[in-house]
């Protein structure tokens, strides 16, 4: 199949981890006779080093002439003093607004190879597979007014139903594909906002009987995600309360370094890494590349329908984690499986999975 795929690099470790995973689809295409032609712009602090503005109209252009948009990260300290208008993590939430991608799909799975390199007991983690479905296009992140005036600083959260339900509908059918459970996480016992969407929620569930469905408080779901994650198969949420429980989340599988993303609903799918620019670490060729890799698979599924393609790419991760590679973000934390541990860098890691999806035998 022929296929143009916008890569948007962005800042910080985003071109380190956006290279490996590029590479990957390549050598992908190249296995299976698929066309791949990949498009590269600017968004995000380099977009507003070159062209004035952090999402500028040809990187519009790049996107929606595309089949899909593949980004690595964006943000840089340098702008930390400036109003959040002007820095470079607007273009992205402009992005995300122009392809009109209301559900950010966060899959955290615990891999086998991996049960020692998360910070809770592997008996705590262990099995864990569940999938933040998060709200992308609404409640605080876009609502007005908004600003700070004579002393005061203020945002909104709004939600109207139609929102809610969309990414409500969403959720349970991923569910169904899955184990067929939702639990909806708000703040209903304080916010009106949240009220009308466990409302909205527990209406959309009456619609999908085949699927148990409970709401729960997000204090409570923040604790629960630590002491019983196993519990959870699909996490439907708000903008601002998924971003937040992803983030923890990803310490159940080991690093943040690990964590895909989608963003489906518009009609050119967005697939980016769930970390940031990691200033700390940029530029030492240390950063994991393996959520960008899983974004791949991730791009495969859901904008090219190369489902085959997309388990191959799932599997040579799980292979090359379970000879013993590993970013220095995955080191174990308790000494059981040190002796098989080789650290390798962010190219080397992206070099592991291309010779694996190469060989003969994988499938
Ligand atoms: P971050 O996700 O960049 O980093 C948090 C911590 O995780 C850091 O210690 C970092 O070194 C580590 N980390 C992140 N990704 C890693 C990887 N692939 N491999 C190994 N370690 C990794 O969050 P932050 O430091 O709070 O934010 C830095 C900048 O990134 C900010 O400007 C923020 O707004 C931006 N940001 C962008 C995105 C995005 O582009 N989607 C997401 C989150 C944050
Ligand atoms: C994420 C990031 C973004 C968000 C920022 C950079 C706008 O934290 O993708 O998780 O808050 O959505
Ligand atoms: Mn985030």
Redesign the pocket.
């Known amino acids: 199949m022929k296929a143009r795929i916008a890569c948007l690099p962005?800042?910080?470790?985003?071109p380190e981890?956006l290279r490996e995973a590029r590479r990957v689809l390549e050598v992908i295409g190249g296995e299976h006779n698929h066309e791949f032609e990949f498009v590269e712009a600017d968004i995000?602090a380099i977009a507003i080093e070159r062209h004035g503005e952090p999402f500028p109209k040809s990187t519009q252009e790049v996107c929606l002439t595309s089949t899909a948009v593949f980004?690595?990260?964006?943000?840089?300290?340098k702008?930390d003093s400036r109003p959040p208008a002007e820095?470079?993590?607007r273009g992205?939430l402009d992005l995300r607004r122009l392809l009109g991608n209301y559900a950010n799909l966060r899959p955290v799975t615990v891999l086998e190879a991996l049960v020692d390199s998360s910070p809770l007991r592997r008996d705590t983690v262990r099995g864990v597979d569940l999938l933040i479905v998060r709200e992308l296009l609404g409640g605080i992140y876009f609502g007005l007014p908004r600003g700070i005036e004579d002393g005061n600083a203020f945002n909104t959260e709004i939600y109207s139903r139609d929102e809610v339900r969309r990414v409500a509908r969403a959720a349970f059918k991923l569910a169904r594909h899955r184990r067929r459970q939702v639990t909806s996480v708000d703040k209903a016992n304080v916010l009106e906002t949240s009220v009308l969407w466990r409302e909205t929620c527990t209406e959309v569930a009456k619609q999908f009987p085949d699927v148990s469905f409970q709401n729960m408080y997000v204090d409570n779901c923040a604790m629960q995600l630590i002491a019983k994650p196993q519990q959870f198969d699909v996490i439907l949420t708000n903008n601002m309360f998924g971003d937040i429980l992803s983030?923890e989340a990803s310490m159940l599988a080991g690093?943040?370094?690990l964590l895909p993303s989608a963003s489906i609903g518009g009609k050119i799918g967005l697939y980016?890494?769930?970390?940031?620019?990691?200033?700390?670490?940029a530029g030492k060729g240390?950063?994991?590349?393996l959520?960008?890799i899983s974004s791949a698979a991730m791009l495969l599924e859901h904008s090219l329908e190369l489902s085959r393609e997309a388990t191959k790419l799932e599997r040579a991760i799980v292979k090359v984690l379970s000879r013993g590679y590993r970013?220095?973000?995955l080191k174990s934390r308790t000494g059981r499986e040190k002796s098989k541990e080789r650290i390798v860098s962010t190219k080397e890691m992206g070099e592991l999975i291309c010779d694996y999806i190469r060989m003969p035998d994988a499938t």
């Not at 962005?10 to 985003?14: F, N, P």
């Not at 980004?71 to 300290?77: C, E, R």
């Not at 240390?286 to 590349?289: C, H, L």
């Open positions: 962005g800042d910080g470790i985003g981890v995000g980004l690595g990260a964006v943000g840089d300290p702008y820095k470079p993590e992205l983030d690093s943040l370094g980016e890494p769930v970390h940031g620019s990691a200033p700390d670490i240390i950063a994991n590349p959520g960008a970013t220095p973000d």
